[in-house]
C-alpha cells in the first residue's frame, strides 16, 4: 500500500539536487499506528528534532504535517508511516547551505505480516561478520546514511537463523540488523550503550521506562559477545516489531522472558 508526500504533497517529485539523496544529509523515523492513532508519535518528534540539531539543522513538526500524519492513520487500519527529513537542496559540495528548506517525505507502508509470529514465537540470531563502525558524532542517529545495515542485509541467513547479531569494529555488541537488544539475568536488564555507534532506537527508550517502572534495574552499558552466555531472557525492541524475545543467539539459549507480554500490554505493542 506504499504512497508517498513530499512536504504534505501527494506523489510530489523530490529536487534530483536534495542533499539527502547527494550525501545521505538527513534522518528519519519509522512509526507504526493503529485504532486510528500514531504511536508514540511526540516522541519520535522529539528524536527528530534532537538528530536535527546534531546534524546541524532546525526542524519541528508543523501543524500540517501532524494533520497529515493523523489523518493517514485515521484513513487505514494499520500500518507504518516512514518520515523522511532531509537538509533541502545545497549545490554540488560537501559543505552545506547556510540557509535551506527542510524536505520532508511521508511514506505509507505494511507493517511486515511475520512479525506477529515473531512476537508469538520468538527468534534466533546469529553474529554477522560485518561490523558498524564507531563514530560517536553520529552515534544513536537514525541518519540517512544506512549503508552498513544495506550491507549487513545482503549476507544471506543460515538456515535456522531470523536475523543478525551486529558488534562494533571494538567487536562490543550493539545490536541486531534492524532492532535494539536488551539481557536480562534477574533484576537487572542491561542494553549496549549506543555512544559510539547504533541507534538509540525510541523504543528502547519506551522499554527501558517500562522496565523500570516495572522494578528492574536498567544498566546502559558496554556489552561483550562472551557475556552472552550470563543472560537468562534477551528481546530487541523496534517501533514496528515491539517487543520480540530472542530464543537463541548461535548455539546460546534463552527462555521467554516471563514479563515480555506485561510490556507488549502496558506499552500496547501487541500485533
Known amino acids: 500500500m506504499t504512497q508517498v508526500w513530499v512536504n504534505g504533497i501527494v506523489a510530489e517529485q523530490m529536487d534530483p539536487l536534495d542533499r539527502g539523496l ?3 544529509d538527513g534522518l528519519f523515523a519509522t512509526m507504526r499506528f493503529s485504532d486510528g492513532q500514531v504511536q508514540f508519535l511526540a516522541a519520535h518528534f522529539a528524536r527528530l528534532v534532537q538528530g536535527a540539531r546534531r546534524l546541524g539543522f532546525q526542524w519541528e513538526a508543523t501543524d500540517d504535517l501532524i494533520e497529515l500524519l493523523n489523518q493517514i492513520a485515521l484513513n487505514q487500519t494499520h500500518g507504518c508511516i516512514k ?3 532531509t537538509r533541502g537542496v545545497g549545490g554540488r559540495g560537501y559543505a552545506a547551505p547556510t540557509c535551506s528548506q527542510v524536505n520532508e517525505v511521508v511514506s505509507l507502508y505494511d507493517v511486515p505480516s511475520h512479525y506477529i509470529h515473531w512476537q508469538k514465537e520468538g527468534i534466533a540470531l546469529t553474529l554477522s561478520e560485518f561490523r558498524l563502525s564507531r563514530q560517536p558524532r553520529l552515534a544513536g542517529i537514525k541518519h540517512l546514511n544506512r549503508l552498513e545495515q544495506v550491507l549487513i542485509k545482503s549476507m544471506q541467513l543460515p538456515n535456522g537463523f531470523d536475523d543478525w547479531l551486529v558488534l562494533d569494529t571494538d567487536k562490543r555488541v550493539i545490536e541486531s540488523s534492524m532492532a535494539n537488544l536488551f539481557f536480562i539475568t534477574g533484576n537487572v536488564a542491561l542494553t549496549p550503550a549506543i555512544t559510539h555507534s547504533g541507534v538509540a532506537g525510541m523504543m528502547r527508550e519506551q522499554v527501558i521506562y517500562a522496565l523500570i517502572e516495572l522494578g528492574y534495574d536498567v544498566d546502559v552499558t558496554e556489552v561483550n559477545y562472551g557475556d552472552l552466555t550470563l543472560f537468562e531472557h534477551v528481546f530487541m525492541t523496534n517501533s514496528l516489531l515491539g517487543l520480540v524475545d530472542i530464543n537463541r543467539i548461535d548455539n546460546m539459549t534463552y527462555s ?16
Do not use: V, W
Not at 256 to 271: A, K
Open 22 to 24: 547527494a550525501y545521505g
Open 83 to 85: 518520515l523522511l527529513l
Open 256 to 271: 521467554i522472558s516471563p514479563f515480555s507480554d506485561t510490556l507488549r500490554q502496558t506499552l500496547h505493542l501487541t500485533l
